[in-house]
């Protein structure tokens, strides 16, 4: 760099507001890309568990039998990869970061209870047709029983 761009280089500087801001007495600039912490639906959530197959730094668990997702958010890198890969997308990432802390403490989100299943309910000429196959059934096993003690 030659003296006279240097010059005016420090020179414009002088002039220039600084290019920090003085962070956390003025809140940052926050953009829409923003990765911060991962957030969770949980009422949408199915518990499958790809997030936590997906995440490099084993940051989520998912346990499916007591519906709950948990976690680590000191362990998070920000890759954003649990939400690109949840069939529900019920993940996304908050623009704000996780607040400093002086434990490393894990967050439990608790699902909702499962939907109750849904009731088969018959209809008359079902049950009679079922009815019919299993007597049907039960005809050919016996047959098959008589012609058995037949042989022997
Ligand atoms: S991938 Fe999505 S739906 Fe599946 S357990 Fe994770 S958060 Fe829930
Ligand atoms: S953003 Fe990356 S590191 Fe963080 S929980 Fe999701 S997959 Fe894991």
Redesign the pocket.
């Known amino acids: 760099m030659s003296f006279m761009s240097f010059a005016s280089e420090m020179l414009g500087n002088l002039f220039k507001p600084p290019a920090t801001s003085q962070y956390p007495f003025k809140p940052r600039k926050v953009y829409e890309a923003d990765r911060g912490k991962v957030i ?1 639906n949980i009422d ?9 197959r997906n995440c490099p730094s084993d940051a ?1 668990t ?1 346990d499916r039998n007591a519906r709950t ?1 948990k976690i680590n958010r000191f362990a998070c890198v920000q890759c954003k990869e ?1 939400v690109t ?4 997308k ?2 996304s990432m908050d623009t704000e970061y996780t607040a400093p802390a002086t434990e490393k403490t894990e967050e439990v989100l608790q699902g909702p209870p499962p939907p109750p299943k849904p009731q088969l309910v018959l209809t008359e000429a079902q049950k009679a047709a079922i009815a019919a196959a299993q007597a049907k059934k039960a005809a050919a096993q016996k047959a098959a029983a008589e012609a058995g003690q037949a042989k022997a």
């Open positions: 969770n949408n959530c199915i518990f499958c568990g790809m997030c936590m989520i998912v997702w649990c890969n949840c069939p529900k019920c993940l």
